[in-house]
Structure formats: structure tokens, C-alpha cells
């Protein structure tokens, strides 16, 4: 019953911005986190940034002073605003959210579909 819904993806020029967002949708007792991770080609999935339902905020090294995340617990959605993108921002970016599905059990997590960001020069 639980969904995540990306959007915001697509093909940005090197120095654009661009946000993506990421809705939590079904039935579910509460949200502990959200974040965004990513995949470039080749390579295995990397955390950008997380965010918990208090607010506390991590980032990956190599998009910090970059990227902003930010989150809206009343509509249960994350954002992800890229700044300032190089090419080796390029991958598939995958919403990740840790749930409570219901009092009685622990958390799980959940993924997005995954959205493909290409930086171009």
C-alpha cells in the first residue's frame, strides 16, 4: 500500500538547477526519514542526503554547499534542489523512505521507481 512517487527528472546543462520531489502515499503509522540516493552508471548506489521527520540532514561529501534537501511532513514529500551540477551528477536518482507501517512492527524501507538526471556540458 505504500508508494513513492518521483518527479523532477531530466536533462540539465552543467551549472543548472533543477528539484526533484518525492511523495510517500498509502497507509502508514509515521515516517522516520527520507532521502535521495543515486546510481551512476557503472557504479553502486550512493546516499546524497537524508533528511529525518525532526529535521536532521546528512549529506554526501560530493554535494554538500550543492544540494539542498528539505521536507514537508504534513504532505509527506522530500525535495531534492540541485545547484550548481557538474557531469558527474549524472545517474538515477532513487527516493528512499523509512516507514512505520503500524504500531506493532519496525520500520521497513521503501523506494522510488528511480529518475534519470543527465548534467550535459
Known amino acids: 500500500q505504500v508508494q513513492l512517487v518521483e518527479s523532477g527528472g531530466g536533462l540539465v546543462q552543467a551549472g543548472g538547477s533543477l528539484r526533484l520531489s518525492c511523495a510517500a502515499s498509502?497507509?502508514?503509522?509515521?515516517?522516520?526519514?527520507m532521502g535521495w540516493y543515486r546510481q551512476p552508471p557503472g557504479n553502486q548506489r550512493e546516499l546524497v542526503a537524508r533528511i529525518t521527520r525532526g529535521g536532521n540532514i546528512d549529506y554526501a561529501d560530493s554535494v554538500k554547499g550543492r544540494f539542498t534537501i528539505s521536507g514537508d511532513n504534513a504532505k509527506n514529500t522530500v525535495y531534492l534542489e540541485m545547484n550548481s551540477r557538474k557531469f558527474e551528477d549524472t545517474a538515477v536518482y532513487y527516493c528512499n523512505a523509512r516507514i512505520l507501517r503500524t504500531m506493532i512492527f519496525g520500520p521497513n524501507d521503501y523506494w522510488g521507481q528511480g529518475t534519470q538526471v543527465t548534467v550535459s556540458s
Open positions: 498509502g497507509r502508514f503509522f509515521s515516517i522516520n526519514a
